[in-house]
C-alpha cells in the first residue's frame, strides 16, 4: 500500500511509541492522511466523553515490545479488553490478550494458556506461570497485534473499520518482506488475511474469548505445534510459549 498524500501529524511527536526498528516502515503511515482520519476520530470520541482502551500511551505499544528485526510470529486478535477494572482502570496494556495494568488474569488468556499447556505440553498442568502481562512473549518476536489497537469501553470491536487501513499498510508492507508465521485469532481478525501476501504461513482460530462465553476449552487445533515446527525448521528457533521453563 503506498501512501499517496502526506497527512498533518508529526512523526517525531510519535516515534518514541515505536521500537526504532519499526520507524522507516512506519514513519509514511503516521505522517499520512489515513493516520490524520484515526487521530481526528479517536480525539473527537475522547471530547465527547467516550472511554477508549488502551491508554493513549499504549496504543502502539506491540510495536515497541517486539523489533522488527527480531519478528518470528504474529498473534493477531479482534481488540484491546474493552472493560475496565472495578475501580475503573483500564485492562487493556496494548499487548493482545496482555491484562498487566490490573495484575489480574483474564478468562481469554487464561483460555489461551491452558489451550497451548493442553496441545505442547500434554495438559500436564505444569507449573507455569498465568502471568497477566503476555510482553515475556513480545520479547521473544511475537507480535501481539489487535486489528483494532483501540476500542470504547464497553463496546468491543468499535474501533475495527477505523483502523482498517493501518492494517491494510503493515500487512502489505511488512509481511510482504518478512515471511512468518500469522495466527489469526477470531473471524474479525480473519477478514485481514485478504491483505496478507499469499507466500506467509496464516492458520485460523476462534478467539479464546469465545470460550469462555460458552464455558468451553478453547481448542488449538494443533496449531502452535505447526508454528513451532515452523519456527524449528527455518530459523532454528524456539519460543517459550509458557512463562516458566518446564520442570522436566
Not at 496494548?94 to 478468562?107: E, F, H, I, V
Not at 502481562?133 to 483501540?150: E, F, I, K, P, R
Request: proline share 4%.
Amino acid at each position: 500500500m503506498e501512501i499517496q498524500r502526506k497527512g498533518k501529524l508529526n512523526w517525531n511527536k510519535f516515534s518514541h511509541q515505536f521500537d526504532e526498528s519499526w520507524h522507516n516502515i512506519i514513519k509514511p503511515f503516521i505522517e499520512s492522511e489515513e493516520c490524520d482520519k484515526i487521530y481526528a476520530f479517536l480525539k473527537k470520541e475522547s471530547a465527547r466523553g467516550k472511554k477508549i482502551a488502551p491508554n493513549s500511551s499504549d496504543v502502539f505499544r506491540c510495536f515497541k515490545e517486539t523489533k522488527l528485526s527480531d519478528l518470528k510470529v504474529v498473534l493477531i486478535g479482534i481488540c484491546p479488553y474493552h472493560t475496565a477494572s472495578f475501580n475503573k482502570e483500564c485492562i487493556a496494556d496494548g499487548l493482545l490478550m496482555g491484562c498487566s495494568k490490573t495484575g489480574k488474569l483474564q478468562p481469554a488468556l487464561e483460555q489461551f494458556y491452558n489451550g497451548i499447556d493442553k496441545e505442547l505440553y500434554e495438559g500436564k498442568d505444569l507449573y507455569h506461570i498465568l502471568n497477566p502481562d503476555v510482553s515475556y512473549l513480545a520479547n521473544q518476536g511475537v507480535l501481539m497485534l489487535n486489528a483494532a489497537l483501540t476500542t470504547e469501553i464497553n463496546k468491543a470491536g468499535s474501533h475495527l473499520d477505523i483502523w482498517e487501513p493501518f492494517m491494510k499498510y503493515i500487512f502489505e508492507n511488512i509481511f510482504d518482506v518478512e515471511r512468518v508465521p500469522i495466527v489469526f485469532l477470531g473471524k474479525e481478525a480473519a477478514k485481514l488475511k485478504k491483505y496478507l501476501p499469499i507466500f506467509n504461513w496464516s492458520f485460523e482460530l476462534p478467539h479464546p474469548a469465545s470460550a469462555s462465553y460458552t464455558h468451553t476449552e478453547w481448542e488449538t487445533e494443533g496449531v502452535f505445534g505447526k508454528v513451532s515446527k515452523i519456527l524449528k525448521d527455518n530459523n532454528n528457533y524456539t519460543i517459550n510459549w509458557l512463562d516458566e521453563d518446564l520442570p522436566f
